[in-house]
Every structure is written in structure tokens, then in C-alpha cells.
């Protein structure tokens, strides 16, 4: 069974302080990991897909890294509007379904 | 171009009671999936519909049924509504048959609350 478990559950940080989120995963055939945003109340906005090990993608302040069994979302110098809930999520071959982790909330203090 | 659509936006129902949400999905997306948010957790997937035919079902019960329509909107159905269905219940389309363009957008969810 595919199973995604993210940490830490939540990270608070000041204003331009870089960290770096971690989701671990297991997945019968990777065909996609996906990072989402989620503001509270409303639904997941999608960021980024990782393909294969090594991959790399970036946008704005966020890169996301991938290796054969984590995830790192890369946060440089954050500004409170990067408080959200980051999501993270598998999808295996020749499947459509979504196995997402439980999230890290993050909070960035001006 | 607009987003995924759902609605209603929010529901308060109560025990026992039927619910129908509704979804439209991006233009040209042929794929919906649904998925049940509970607070504090991350998505639970529930069904997957490509060309009107059901391609998924995740581990619920069978009260909860779904529909694709001939324009690829989709319905969620819940019979016999339980405390614990309430949650926010996510719309997803997608391209379905690019392994490289598979990835899933999210509509902003109805907020159902059973009472």
C-alpha cells in the first residue's frame, strides 16, 4: 500500500529563516510525487511535480527536491504570505489516485 | 480560464439524510477525481470518473456513489449521512492518458457539516 508521511507536523519561523520540509514515501511504481499549498478552508494548490530521483524544480521562494524514497520542499527566505499547509502526495503507475500525508503546517513570523 | 468549480460552497445536514455535491471540472479535462478532507488530515481519495466510467474507488462505504455526466461534470452522492462525514469534499480534474501531464487541480471544496 502506498503510504506518504510528512515532518515535522508543523514548523514556525521567522521571517527569512530557510528550512526545508520532508515528506517520505513508499509507492509500488512512482509515476508522480506532488506538492500542494493549502490555505485554510479551501482546496489544495498544486506546485510541483517530481518525475525521478534527482529531479529538481523551483518556483519563487520554493524548490522541491526528490530522491528514491523522500521529498524536500526547500523554503529560502520566507515571507508570512508562505504561511499555509504544504501538501504532499504520490501517485502510482497506471493510477489516478492521489495517497497524500498528513502535511506540515507552517507559520512564518514577521 | 476557470478553475475546477463546486457547489454547493457549504451544507449542514442532519443523521440520516441524503447529500448531492456537485463539480465541473477545467475545460478540457476529461478526469474527476473526489476526495474527503477531514480537519487536521490530508485528502482521502474516494473516486476517480474518466469518460463517464468510474477508473477508481478508494475505501468507503457504500452509501457514497458518484456520477460522470456526457460534459464531464461530476456528482458525489451520500445516503444515510453519519457524524462522520462531515468534512471537506475536494474536486480534482486532470488530463488522463499523459504520463507527464497527470497532475491534479483542485476545486475549493464544499464544506459539509451533519448535525
Known amino acids: 500500500e502506498d503510504q506518504v508521511t510528512q515532518s515535522p507536523e508543523a514548523l514556525r519561523l521567522q521571517e527569512g529563516e530557510s528550512s526545508s520540509l520532508n515528506c517520505s514515501y513508499t509507492?509500488?511504481?512512482?509515476?508522480?510525487l506532488f506538492w500542494y499549498r493549502q490555505d485554510p478552508g479551501k482546496g489544495p494548490e498544486f506546485l510541483f511535480t517530481?518525475?525521478?530521483a534527482g529531479e529538481e524544480k523551483e518556483k519563487e521562494r520554493l524548490k522541491a527536491t526528490i530522491t528514491k524514497k523522500e521529498s524536500f520542499l526547500h523554503i529560502t527566505a520566507p515571507k508570512p504570505e508562505d504561511s499555509a499547509t504544504y501538501l504532499c502526495?504520490?501517485?502510482?503507475?497506471?493510477?489516478?489516485?492521489?495517497?497524500f500525508g498528513t502535511g506540515t503546517r507552517l507559520t512564518i513570523i514577521p | 480560464d476557470a478553475g475546477v468549480t463546486q457547489s454547493p460552497t457549504h451544507l449542514i445536514k442532519t443523521r440520516g439524510q441524503q447529500v448531492t455535491l456537485r463539480c465541473s471540472p477545467i475545460?478540457?479535462?476529461?478526469?474527476v477525481s473526489w476526495y474527503q478532507q477531514v480537519l487536521g488530515q490530508g485528502p482521502q481519495f474516494i473516486f476517480q470518473?474518466?469518460?463517464?466510467?468510474?477508473?477508481g474507488r478508494g475505501n468507503f462505504p457504500d452509501r457514497f456513489s458518484a456520477r460522470q455526466f456526457p460534459n464531464y461534470s461530476s456528482e458525489l452522492n451520500v445516503n444515510a449521512l453519519l457524524l462522520g462525514d462531515s468534512a471537506l469534499y475536494l474536486c480534482?480534474?486532470?488530463?488522463?492518458?499523459?504520463?507527464?501531464?497527470?497532475?491534479?487541480?483542485f476545486g475549493p471544496g464544499t464544506r459539509l457539516t451533519v448535525l
Open positions: 480534482a480534474s486532470s488530463l488522463e492518458g499523459s504520463p507527464f501531464r497527470n497532475e491534479q487541480f
Open positions: 509507492v509500488s511504481g512512482l509515476r508522480g
Open positions: 517530481l518525475y525521478s
Open positions: 502526495a504520490v501517485q502510482a503507475r497506471g493510477n489516478e489516485k492521489l495517497t
Open positions: 475545460s478540457g479535462h476529461k478526469s
Open positions: 470518473y474518466y469518460e463517464k466510467e468510474e477508473r
